[in-house]
């Protein structure tokens, strides 16, 4: 496609059910980003997957947290047992590389944990 | 980490106004983007200048990387100029945590 797809678009989910959030990076794009984005803050690096290269997930709150990205595709973002606080929208961006060209998003994916 | 600060975290402007945002880091960077999130959410990538001045439009942005700043200039502001603007930097040591975003500066276009 022509830009960043996230999906879904919103999620509602209880407390302490699983989810999974899916982002379609740009083609051609190796670099891709999560974000997490709290109602009327700023934007929190979650983790970042470059290339083949081991992904840092220094900025993943807990180990309920996680994200798979197969090869230079799409990518899934993974948070269980899901917390009341973990309600945000998550931001998915890809890059064509690290630190040299500019970052698109997508439109992101609204979680509420009930 | 890298910090970064925005300034002013608010501002309030009437059409065909101009205006000024500026951004500060704490380190050297090689990458410093601008992006505005609409009052809709979307993020959009309004420049990629981590040194430089670049235009578009009604838009500039230049960044001093030797004295860590960046600076958005909005000219003959419209409604639809409205919303937040986050400057977003990489620090040249590397590492693989991403851009680390300000905390945008809340712009208020009236008609």
């Known amino acids: 496609g022509a830009g960043v797809s996230q999906s879904p678009s919103n999620k509602v989910t209880e407390k302490g059910k699983d989810v999974e959030l899916r982002c379609d990076p740009i083609?051609?794009?190796?670099?891709l980003y999560w974000y997490r984005q709290r109602l009327g803050q700023g934007l929190e690096f979650l983790i970042y997957?470059?290339?083949?290269?081991?992904?840092?997930k220094s900025g993943l709150p807990s180990d309920r947290f996680s994200a798979e990205r197969t090869g230079e595709s799409v990518s899934t973002l993974t948070i269980q047992r899901t917390q009341q606080e973990d309600s945000a929208v998550y931001l998915c961006?890809?890059?064509?590389?690290?630190?040299?060209?500019?970052?698109?998003f997508g439109n992101g994916t609204r979680l509420t944990v009930t | 980490g890298i910090q970064v600060e925005q300034s002013p975290p608010d501002l309030i402007l009437q059409e065909g106004a101009n205006s000024t945002l500026r951004c500060n880091f704490s380190?050297?960077?090689?990458?410093l983007q601008w992006f505005h999130q609409n009052p809709w959410g979307q993020l959009i990538n309004l420049f990629y200048?981590?040194?430089g001045t670049k235009q578009n439009g009604r838009l500039s942005a230049t960044t001093v990387a030797t004295e860590r700043y960046s600076l958005l200039y909005i000219s003959s502001s419209q409604t639809t100029d409205s919303g937040v603007y986050f400057c977003?930097?990489?620090?040249?040591?590397?590492?693989?945590?991403?851009?680390?975003f300000g905390k945008g500066t809340h712009l208020i276009i009236q008609p």
């Open positions: 997957f470059q290339g083949n290269s081991a992904p840092d």
């Open positions: 200048i981590p040194s």
């Open positions: 961006a890809s890059s064509l590389g690290p630190g040299n060209s500019p970052l698109h």
């Open positions: 977003a930097v990489e620090p040249s040591g590397g590492g693989a945590d991403g851009l680390t």
């Open positions: 380190d050297s960077v090689n990458n």
């Open positions: 083609s051609g794009h190796t670099a």
